[in-house]
T-cell receptor, first 118, second 111 residues
Framework: AQTVTQSQPEMSVQEAETVTLSCTYDTSESDYYLFWYKQPPSRQMILVIR??????QNATENRFSVNFQKAAKSFSLKISDSQLGDAAMYFCAYRSPYYGGSQGNLIFGKGTKLSVKP | NAGVTQTPKFQVLKTGQSMTLQCAQD?????MSWYRQDPGMGLRLIHYSVGAGITDQGEVPNGYNVSRSTTEDFPLRLLSAAPSQTSVYFC??????????FGPGTRLTVL
């Protein structure tokens, strides 16, 4: 069974600085999807970024980018030029590529709470 | 296009009461899921459905029932509420683009 581990329960960053959130996962599949979700105090789950395992190029979305290391099974999220609105819980998630059975669902890490200091 | 909607947003129950959490999506997604979120536990899968008439259990199904009579709706029923079911519940749907879309969540408290 696949597992996702986020080893940093809490992180803090100064406004305008850069922070990296860590995520590791375990799987025997060669193809899969990885996601980072943001959950602000409103509790809405917001997709930040996604990565297909077959793509070597790291995904980027504006100030958010990932460092995907397939061999090491590592998927970290880098937030550049941190803003007060980035303060939230961040969840790393894994999904099998197969569209059927339980494999279509996400497996989540336990989350990292990010604080942004002004 | 409303995406994924959930009702109610908040609910307080007494132990032993039953209720249904409603979930609907207007994106014609076949795949829908229910998760619960507890402090320090991330989100865990309760039940899921791969299409109308087809449901299956996830990681933490005990105490919950689901049915899927239409593509749009996927209600979650608590049969006899227990304090251990106090949680935040999320409904989600998945399209062929493989991205999960989440509803706004329901905060449930069982006294």
């Amino acid at each position: 069974a696949q597992t996702v581990t986020q080893s940093q329960p809490e992180m803090s960053v100064q406004e305008a600085e850069t922070v990296t959130l860590s995520c590791t996962y375990d799987t025997s599949e060669s193809d899969y999807y990885l996601f980072w979700y943001k959950q602000p105090p409103s509790r809405q789950m917001i997709l930040v970024i996604r990565q297909e395992a077959y793509k070597q190029q790291n995904a980027t979305e504006n100030r958010f980018s990932v460092n995907f290391q397939k061999a090491a099974k590592s998927f970290s999220l880098k937030i550049s030029d941190s803003q007060l609105g980035d303060a939230a819980m961040y969840f790393c998630a894994y999904r099998s590529p197969y569209y059927g059975g339980s494999q279509g669902n996400l497996i989540f890490g336990k989350g990292t709470k990010l604080s942004v200091k002004p | 296009n409303a995406g994924v909607t959930q009702t109610p947003k908040f609910q307080v129950l007494k132990t032993g009461q039953s209720m249904t959490l409603q979930c609907a999506q207007d994106m014609n997604h076949e795949y829908m899921s229910w998760y619960r979120q507890d402090p320090g536990m991330g989100l865990r899968l309760i039940h899921y459905s791969v299409g109308a008439g087809i449901t299956d259990q996830g990681e933490v199904p005990n105490g919950y029932n689901v049915s899927r009579s239409t593509t749009e709706d996927f209600p979650l029923r608590l049969l006899s509420a227990a304090p251990s079911q106090t949680s935040v519940y999320f409904c989600a749907s998945v399209g062929r683009a493989d991205t999960q879309y989440f509803g706004p969540g329901t905060r449930l408290t069982v006294l």
